[in-house]
């Protein structure tokens, strides 16, 4: 769905099972912001990567012009298909710093925070390339400059991201 001149959102449905085994269902928001370059914020669940690249080519563009994934926090509906993406694109991973760890490593993740099915909805490690700080401005070539704002709460490293360009505020779960 487009939401501005160079912002789309994607909604991907997905499913987790509580302790009892019944399915309860769930959706993310993914979000795609084009330039001569793409810049991906979140990457949804494992698998999610056949959803965001299938919406790249019905909008007439490709995989492998994704140069940047941002990741707004480490939970698993946000990074599962993160290496995916980034095996397929060979783009750069960006996250706030206090995230790093468990996006790295997702063993020390589902360790430190179980969530059921977890393995389920992640696809494995990444690794982290670029770190974000408060007040960062990210320029994407041909695309709107991007402001890191960190909204702590939700996870003690999630970012929003500002574009004053589309006036587009996105929160992830910063904002239920």
Known sequence: MRIADN???LKIPFQIADPS???????????????????????????????????????GRSPNEIAMLILTHAHPDHIGSAAA????????VAAHALE?????DVALQSKERPVP?????????????QTLEDGDLLHLD?????????????????ISLWIAEEGVLITADAIP
């Open 7 to 9: 912002i789309h959102a």
């Open 117 to 129: 099915g977890f393995f389920d909805l992640v696809g494995g490690s990444v690794d982290v390339d």
């Open 85 to 92: 993406i980034k095996r397929v694109s060979g783009c750069t």
């Open 21 to 59: 085994g019944k399915r309860i269902h769930r959706f993310v928001y993914v979000f795609l912001i084009y330039g001569e370059r793409i810049c991906l914020v979140d990457s949804g669940v494992a698998g999610s990567d056949r959803i965001i690249f299938q919406y790249l080519q019905d909008t």
């Open 142 to 158: 041909g695309g709107p400059d991007l402001r890191v704002l960190h909204t702590p709460g939700h996870s003690s490293g999630s």
């Open 100 to 104: 790093k760890a468990w996006i790295e």
